[in-house]
């Protein structure tokens, strides 16, 4: 017999669910207590579901009724009673073709919400919404289509595994609605199989001709949201299955084309992904190039502000003196240091870097942010943009055939907004197009120049980022052009005088703008100008560093990080340059001022820590006034930090936990201080309280790997710096850091082994011969790590430099193993640039060679290479070499023609040049 309510209990929690909705606090509170009491009821969801089934009710309190079901059946369902189960999917079935829409959309839910724990709790239902989907009433069908669009998007993949017969036919329906007479409907179905594209169902791929005919027959549609979905749908196919889209490419593209310049925004921004999706996919390049004229100026006009953009925008002005609004100050996370070599060809690195940024792929879509955050979400703008970029990146000069006189007429355009756009293109393509570019930018540059006084602040702003991504073109010209045209030093410095300069000079200014948008782009942009300049920054410093302090004077609280970026930057561009003192003191005071007037648990501390600590490591001993002030901070935030954990540890309901990244930036500051000051912080290390080294091992157990990544580089700073007060520690540490060594190594860890790696290579070389108990424990580890293949590149790199100093300090104990690592070892520091780690990595290869000659035969080549790529070897480790080669050619004899005839002309000839060999 069915489930029959109670009329009183009925009346009573109908008349609390139209209660729910009052605005009133205490009637809110009350109806909260009551319903909390109701749930009590084992038959409460049957209330529930009896309530949302009652026709002759509102239809607003049927669809409280009904998600209020929902959440209670998520969160309940285990324990639920079978019978109440079944008679809540009687009265969602009844509901779920309801006429009224609130009331339908709740049944869905609750469907969903079933189905999506585990699909095999109510398969039955899928059977009777796919039969409903055929019933002649419209409403019958929205309910049954609305239903089926949230199972397909929570449940696709247990679809895919638990009906995978039924999947296929169930598609074939969906396609059959694509041309239902309702847009709702058909925008449901399409929706439905899209779900099913990226995960490569194979009911999707037995229908995919019918799926891509079936679109395309929508290219027409004349409402917004279906053409909105089959763009969705389209760009996907091309991610997956772009063959599919070939035979009919002219007519895909066509609607592309017609759907980037709708009046719909989101018809708009969904079809302008294709053209970027497009672009990624390599094996389409040859299929792309013949609609480039036809795509290049619907991308431009793209990339024009919206009226609405504007409109946004306008009342900006001159607002440098407004303080930030809340939304206006984002949170913001440190990145640990990590400890990262440098490579011959490239800029110096530097010690430490930010976490994972050494293989970060997402560099194009973050430019487009930074440039425009008139919204935080995606919009046409930067997609149009971020897809030129990528073009240019494919197509290179080709592309420029298409764009360049349209660039022109954009760049010098009466309209304002088409001079934004045109010089927005122009950063978009300096990636992809700078070679073809070059014959232009001795014009382009010092026009863009100029715009960084226009009368329009989105201009200047726009300016400010092009001309960032032109930098290195004004500071150093590619080798080509250099040739061309500047083929003699003086060449090169009016090069430099010509364009380098009044770039700087006017990026200066515009860093002083009135308006924040400017001010952020500015010193966004001459933080670049910092890192492509280098040393030649150096004739500017003191300018730029006048500037940076009238700007720490005028900048809002978001201006101020880009601020600490600058200055940090800067630090880290021309190094001890900064140290002279008529520098010291314009650096210094505003930072000084910022540190005074910030709290110990203000989020806002940690650029300034980043910013401080680059200054710190430039400045070197010139730290020195002001090391013991910043040590004592970084100490107190440390131990703070901690006992708050302690305490929330403790009673995690009373006391909230605290903000870890204290604790990193504050480490990784100590460690800038050290690196700075080098023997000069030695006294530092016991004196203040609480002594660095009793709160390190506590860092370097912590759960967090950022903190044990910044831990073990401190640990290997203050080895270099203060290692007499760290020696008596070192029992305690080195097991910690061998355990840190084990597999397996998953992304979170990478930076802290590469860490603990490296600072196992300091410990050793000052530890020397005492380092004896630890060599094979480390081996153990350290030879895995350098001959697995999946292990990451950094890692490799400084496992090969810490095994090569074991080498250095206890050569006997590690030359046996020598040929199981040879190989590896060579091939991961060939190309590492010439200094004091190489160096010593190097030494300890030698003496491990003179002790275990055989152990190198077999490899005798990589070893021969990894020697002639040195450039700059000194005198000892030269001479060292030097005995070593010829050694083996007097112990080979005869042999030896024939053993390096096969060697790289390169290496032959440096070996010949510098070793007579």
Known sequence: MTWQPRAEDLHILVQLLKDSTASDNVVQRDVRQKLESFTRVPEYPNYLACIMAMSELEPSTRAIAGLTLKNYVRLHIEIMQPQSVA????????????????????????????????????????????????????????????????????????????????????????????????????????????????????????????????????????????????????????????????????????????????????????????????????????????????????????????????????????????????????????????????????????????????????????????????????????????????????????????????????????????????????????????????????????????????????????????????????????????????????????????????????????VLDNNKRVQEAACSALATVEEEAMMELIPYLEPVLSTLALAFQKYQHKNLLILYDAVGTLADSVGSALSEDRYINVLMQPLVRKWQLIDDMDRGIFPLFECMSSVATALGGKFAPFATEVWQRCLRIIQATLQLLQSHAQHPDAIEAPDKDFIVVSLDLLSGVAQGMNTLVEPLVPQLQPPVLSLLPI????????????????????????????????????????????????????????????????????????????????????????TNPQTPKAILENAAITIGRLGYVCPDLVAPHLQTFIQPWCENLRLIRDNLEKESAFQGMCRMIELNPNGVMDKFAYFCDAVAQWNRVSPELNKTFEKILHGFKNGWGESWNQIVKDFPVFVKQRLAERYAL
Not at 322 to 340: C, E, F, G, L, N
């Open 87 to 510: 008679y809540m999917k009687e009265c969602v079935i009844r509901v779920v073709s309801d006429p009224q829409e609130p009331v339908r959309a709740a049944a869905g839910s609750i469907i969903t919400t079933v189905l999506s724990q585990d699909l095999r709790r109510w398969p039955e239902v899928l059977q009777v919404l796919m039969e409903l989907i055929d019933r002649p009433e419209p409403h019958v069908v929205e309910g049954a289509f609305g239903a089926l669009q949230k199972i397909c998007e929570d449940s696709a993949q247990q679809l895919e595994e638990f009906q995978s017969q039924a999947l296929s036919f169930m598609i074939q329906k969906f396609i059959q609605h694509f041309a239902n007479p309702n847009p709702k409907v058909r925008a449901s179905a399409i929706q439905c199989v899209n779900q099913f594209v990226l995960m490569h169902s194979q009911g999707l791929i037995v229908n995919m001709e019918p799926y891509v005919q079936g679109l395309y027959a929508r290219a027409s549609d004349p409402h917004p949201t279906v053409r909105k979905h089959v763009c969705q749908a389209l760009v996907m196919i091309l991610e997956v299955y772009p063959e599919a889209l070939v035979p009919q490419l002219e007519d895909v593209v066509n609607f592309m084309l017609y759907c980037t310049q709708g009046e719909d925004d989101e018809v708009a921004l969904e079809a302008c992904e294709f053209w970027l999706s497009f672009a990624e996919q390599d094996r389409m390049k040859d299929h792309l190039e013949p609609f480039l004229p036809r795509i290049v100026p619907v991308l431009l006009k793209g990339m024009v502000y919206s009226e609405e953009d504007i409109a946004i925008l306008a009342d900006e002005g001159e607002d440098a003196a407004v303080p930030d609004s809340a939304q206006d100050i984002k949170p913001r996370h440190h990145k640990a240091r990590t400890h990262a070599l440098d490579h011959e060809g490239t800029p110096g690195a530097g010690q430490a870097q930010s976490a994972g940024n050494e293989d970060s792929d997402d560099e194009d879509e973050s430019d487009f942010d930074d440039e425009d955050d008139v919204y935080t979400e995606w919009n046409l703008r930067k997609c149009s943009a971020a897809a030129m970029d990528v073009m240019a990146t494919v197509f290179e000069n080709d592309l420029l055939v298409h764009l360049l006189p349209r660039l022109k007429e954009e760049l010098f355009h009466p309209d304002w907004e088409h001079r934004e756009c045109g010089i927005l293109a122009l950063g978009a393509i300096a990636e992809g197009c700078l070679p073809g570019m070059m014959q232009h930018l001795p014009q382009l540059v010092p026009h863009m120049i100029i715009c960084l006084s226009d009368a329009q602040p989105l201009v200047r702003a726009i300016t400010c980022w092009t001309l960032g991504r032109y930098a290195g073109w004004t500071v150093h010209p590619p080798a080509v052009w250099a040739r061309q045209y500047c083929g003699t030093e003086a060449q090169l410095q009016l090069h430099r005088e010509n364009y380098f300069r009044p770039l700087v000079l006017t990026l200066l200014q515009t």
């Open 699 to 786: 860092c370097m157990k912590d759960p967090s790997p950022e903190v044990r990544q910044s831990a073990y580089a401190l640990l290997g700073d203050l080895a270099i710096s203060a290692f007499a007060h760290l020696k008596p520690y070192l029992n305690q540490y080195l097991p910690e850091l061998i355990g840190q060594l084990s597999p397996p190594i998953d992304q979170t860890r990478v930076s802290v082994v590469n860490n603990a790696v490296w600072a196992v290579g300091e410990i050793s070389l000052k530890y020397d011969r005492e380092m004896q108990p630890w060599v094979h424990p480390l081996l153990e580890r350290l030879i895995p790590l350098l």
